[in-house]
Structure formats: C-alpha cells, structure tokens
C-alpha cells in the first residue's frame, strides 16, 4: 500500500474515531466527515479541509479498499475498512486512529485518548501492540528517539511518511534588560498560575449528563465555565452569602479556562477551587476540574476575578470583615 496524504490519514482516523464514538451517526456522511475532519478538539494537527479536498482523498481511500461508499438512503455515507485491508486487529487499528489524529504521543497518552476506542488494561498492553505495530513489514508505526527534557519516548504513525524528529525544546529568549522580575498572573490573565498564598476552600463532585455533548461527542465548553460556577456558588452559599436575601455580595467581573483534554459523557468530575490575592473590594478564585475516575488527572483548569458588589448602587464596596476572614482561613 502506498504512503497516504495528510488529508486521506486524517479521514480515516476520523471513521475510525467516529465508529466508536457516535455509532448511532456512522457510517458519516460528507458533512459530518469535514466536520471531523476539521473539528478543534482532540486534533493535531487542527485542518481546514475543504469540501471538495475531502471529496478528493476519499476517492483515493475508496481505491485503496480503506473507505467503502455506504448507499441505501438519501444522504451517501462512508466507513472505514482499516483492520481489514492492514491485517490488523481493532486495537491496533485504535491506536492508529489516535496518532493519525493527535500526532506523536507516549503510550500513556495513547492509552488516555484511546480509551473510547479500545480500553487498554494497562500501559504494557499498549506497548505490546505498538512494538507489533512496528514489526510490520512495512512498519506502521516507529518509536521516537527521547528528546532532551522528556521522560518517555514517543511514538508515530507511519501511514502518511517518515516521522517528524523528535521535537527539542526552544532555547528561552534572553531576558529583557531591567526587566520586572514576573509575579503571579491574575485570574484575568489567561493564565493559570496559582499563587503560593492560594487557600483550597472547597470542592464539589458533579455528574456528566448525556445532554452536555456538542455534536462531537464531548462536553462543550461553555459547560466548563458552568462547573466552575456552580463549585464557586456552592462555596459561597456555605460561607452565608445569600444573593436573594443580601444587598452586598460577591460577582465574576471576568473569567477564563485553559482546556486540557476533552470531557466525555458518562462520569462524574470533581471542581476544586482556591482563593487568592485578597484586596479590598475584589479576590481571585482559582479552579481544576478532573474526572473522579481518574484522580490527578487535569482536564480544565481556570479562574475567576470576583468583585464584592453593592448590588443597589451596582458598583464595587469593600468586603465586609465576616467574609475576608473566610478568605484568609479565619
């Protein structure tokens, strides 16, 4: 079989991907495929294919036996033939669809973002059908030489050409003369640094509801911000704020959310939140979110910038003694 193109690899990961996930829509049809194709999430990397660039790469597929055109009602649709035109077995195939789709990663990372497709027991497991991957003649996937800064080796899919080197780390820039020493970025700051001085105050457990997917399969964004929220009025409301009976209270003047990996339905996530960097109208709050199936694991992690309001006057007023000191510990 030939070496594929870019287009046509990421095509069949996408079937691949797609037959497990979202069973009810495959075979997919050509909007569903681009959209795939071209989706945000869990792509690297991210594509701008055109409909007629897919159009293109499928009939290539098609000759090559990996796609099969799916006739039998109005809209025409296509499935993937992977595990029978390479003589593999889904779980290799699985693995294939991930690195075809995220690019070169370590076995625990193949093991993490293969699970909807195959749940490997364990990381050796995931090694076992990488090294027989890559006994094929010709091999279909390689391991990576370990780069400087690195604690496993990568591994790559062969199905589209030679692996990429493995990536070195870019010399940092030399500093700016006289330049501010850093200091912890503010919730605002689209970045999550958490300050030394940050207090856990509190933690909540949520279920993932079948309703929170976008049309990927996932948890859509907003929801993050809405876990966040909710741990954060939750908090709020066991300290003794309550927003229908007060006059004064806290409010989210801006909010951000670095997204780390992609949330699937079903489980449960656990939101922590800390405070920090207290002053005298306003406070941060900081937050993770993890599945509890998997503890230590950071799928979000985000902020808040809160403002203590006077909600008649609608402008800011300064915290009243009772709530800094929950702030602060006291």
Not at 22 to 41: E, F, H, M, R
Not at 235 to 241: L, R
Request: with cysteine; hydrophobic share 40%.
């Amino acid at each position: 079989m030939r070496t594929l193109s870019a287009a046509e690899g990421r095509i069949l990961g996408v079937l691949v991907e797609k037959a497990a996930t979202v069973p009810d829509t495959y075979p997919l049809s050509l909007n569903a495929l681009v959209a795939g194709c071209n989706q945000k999430t869990a792509r690297q990397p991210v594509t701008e294919l055109s409909e007629h660039e897919v159009l293109l790469a499928l009939d290539e597929l098609k000759r090559l036996s990996l796609v099969v055109e799916v006739s039998g009602s109005r809209v025409v649709r296509f499935e993937h033939n992977t595990g029978r035109v390479l003589g593999l077995p889904s779980q290799s195939v699985a693995l294939l669809a991930v690195l075809l789709l995220r690019g070169p990663q370590t076995a625990a990372e193949l093991r993490l973002n293969a699970e909807r497709l195959h749940r490997f027991a364990d990381i050796s497991s995931v090694e076992g059908f990488l090294d027989e991957l890559a006994a094929k003649t010709p091999p279909r996937v390689t391991k990576l030489a370990r780069a400087p800064g690195e604690r496993e080796a990568r591994w790559a899919q062969l199905l589209t050409g030679e692996a990429p080197p493995a990536e070195r780390p870019h010399a940092p820039p030399p500093p700016a003369a006289e330049a501010p020493a850093p200091s912890a970025a503010p919730a605002g700051g689209l970045r999550f640094v958490l300050p030394t001085d940050a207090r856990r105050v509190h933690e909540m457990v949520m279920p993932l509801r079948w309703g929170d997917m976008d049309a990927m399969g996932h948890v859509n964004n907003t929801l993050y911000f809405r876990y966040m929220e909710v741990c954060r009025l939750d908090w709020v409301f066991s300290v003794g704020v309550d927003p229908k009976l007060s006059t004064q209270g806290p409010v989210i003047v801006n909010a951000f959310c670095n997204f780390l990996r992609q949330l699937e339905f079903p489980g449960d996530v656990r939101v922590t939140m800390s405070v920090a960097n207290p002053g005298r109208s306003s406070f941060d709050t900081f937050h993770t979110i993890e599945r509890v199936d998997e503890p230590g694991v950071v799928y979000a992690e985000g902020g808040a910038r809160t403002v203590w309001t006077d909600y008649a006057a609608k402008r800011s007023a300064p915290m009243p003694d009772w709530f800094r000191a929950r702030l602060g510990g006291g």
